[in-house]
């Protein structure tokens, strides 16, 4: 295997980095050797990958990382770069790489504060590795300052530093800082694609897959904690049964509360096992002795990382939240294919009795005005609208239809 062939649906995009790596690894070499650098190289200092959500920009963007360092024998030997076994391969793809760093966002942006030493980072040299790579994985979170301490970086290179910015879509980024960045367009990989690989690499029952695969519609990471989490598909169903609670103004404000309640438990959850990791880590690398006192002046690095795991805290509630009303889309979307009469597969036909009966109580302009509800909602979150403010809101627009 290779670092490409996790890449679900992306070939021409494997090929164009692939090529790329080709290009990257003669050019360290040469500069080793003393010997001139390549004329022509499809290598550049700066890519921005864009994509809709499940496509895969993060692990397209990590992948490219792992053949940037790859330190394989087989490379020198004229094989592509990218072997995903040697030790440069590895650690890019783990996230242990000393020269590979990734800047996500805490909470709902990534600060300057954030960025600073990543910044500063990127002016030197590899310390081990061929390239220092920056993986920024949400580079549409970047607020004005951290968006601006990015862009000096992306002007004014280090010779042998690579940008990888991930972001949906074009227009999410600065355009000072795209116009400096090659762009890559990342597709929905299809549902059979990411059945496929569901089977392959995460040795599921193929049936399995594909319901997952089908109900995330081509959403790589979605798919794969549907088909493997219990937790995640009763969340999925109780979303699922919502349209068919809020026949009057007490059902609507229930399934509001539990809507909301459902996500906080989620992202408690997934909080907790981050949390606890990190902090059990920092505290190993800031030398706690036994008993978990730890040592004179670390006081103010503790709360740093409490005050980064609360901000993280909040923006998993409102991923968790978001997950939730993109199924609810997906569900009132099945309702106008039937309505439609159209020919298209069903994202939900687990609820096909559902679907069917709010396909017959209602009309397609009914249904649209209620993908539109969910649509405000979700633009409602993104502005920080009280969540259950903004959850109660949409359940009465989806009654009133």
Not at 219 to 239: I, K, S
Request: charged share 25%; aromatic share 2%; hydrophobic share 40%.
């Amino acid at each position: 295997m290779t670092v490409w062939d996790d890449l679900v649906g992306q070939e021409k995009v494997s090929e164009q980095l692939g090529a790329a790596a080709r290009d990257a690894d003669a050019f360290v070499t040469a500069a080793a050797t003393g010997a001139p650098p390549p004329e022509a190289s499809k290598m550049t200092h700066a890519w921005l990958f864009t994509g809709p959500p499940g496509a895969g920009r993060t692990q397209t963007a990590r992948a490219f990382a792992a053949a940037l360092q790859c330190v394989s024998p087989d490379r020198a030997l004229g094989g592509a770069p990218g072997c995903g076994f040697c030790d440069g391969c590895h650690t890019a793809l783990v996230g242990t790489h000393a020269d590979v760093t990734t800047v996500a966002a805490v909470g709902t942006q990534i600060l300057a504060d954030d960025m600073r030493d990543t910044v500063r980072k990127s002016f030197t040299s590899p310390a081990n590795g061929r390239w220092q790579v920056i993986l920024v994985e949400d580079a549409e979170r970047l607020n004005e300052k951290s968006a601006n301490a990015v862009l000096k970086a992306v002007e004014e290179p280090a010779p042998r530093t690579v940008w990888l910015l991930c972001a949906p879509s074009l227009e999410d980024v600065l355009p000072t800082i795209r116009s400096r960045c090659r762009h890559l367009n990342l597709r929905t990989p299809s549902v059979e694609a990411v059945a496929d690989m569901l089977v392959r690499r995460d040795g599921l029952d193929p049936e399995v897959a594909f319901a997952a695969a089908r109900a995330t519609q081509g959403h790589v990471d979605r798919a794969r904690r549907l088909a493997t989490d219990e937790g995640a598909r009763a969340r999925r169903a109780a979303v699922l049964k919502l349209p068919l609670r809020i026949d009057d103004i007490g059902g609507c404000l229930k399934a509001a509360q539990e809507l909301v309640d459902a996500a906080t438990e989620d992202s408690r959850q997934l909080a907790e096992e981050m949390d606890g990791k990190e902090t059990e880590e920092l505290k190993a690398a800031l030398g706690a002795v036994q008993g978990g006192r730890m040592p004179r002046g670390t006081a103010g690095v503790m709360k740093d990382l409490e005050d980064k795991q609360k901000r993280r805290r909040t923006r998993t509630q409102r991923d968790s939240l978001d997950q939730a009303l993109t199924d609810l889309t997906g569900f009132y979307r099945d309702v106008l294919a039937l309505q439609l009469g159209s020919r298209i597969a069903l994202a939900n036909a687990d609820a096909e009795d559902a679907l069917e009966r709010l396909a017959r109580g209602s009309t397609p302009e009914s249904t649209l005005r209620r993908i539109e509800a969910i649509a405000a909602c979700r633009e409602a979150l993104d502005r920080n609208v009280a969540p259950l403010l903004a959850v109660e809101a949409m359940t009465m627009a989806l009654r009133a239809g």
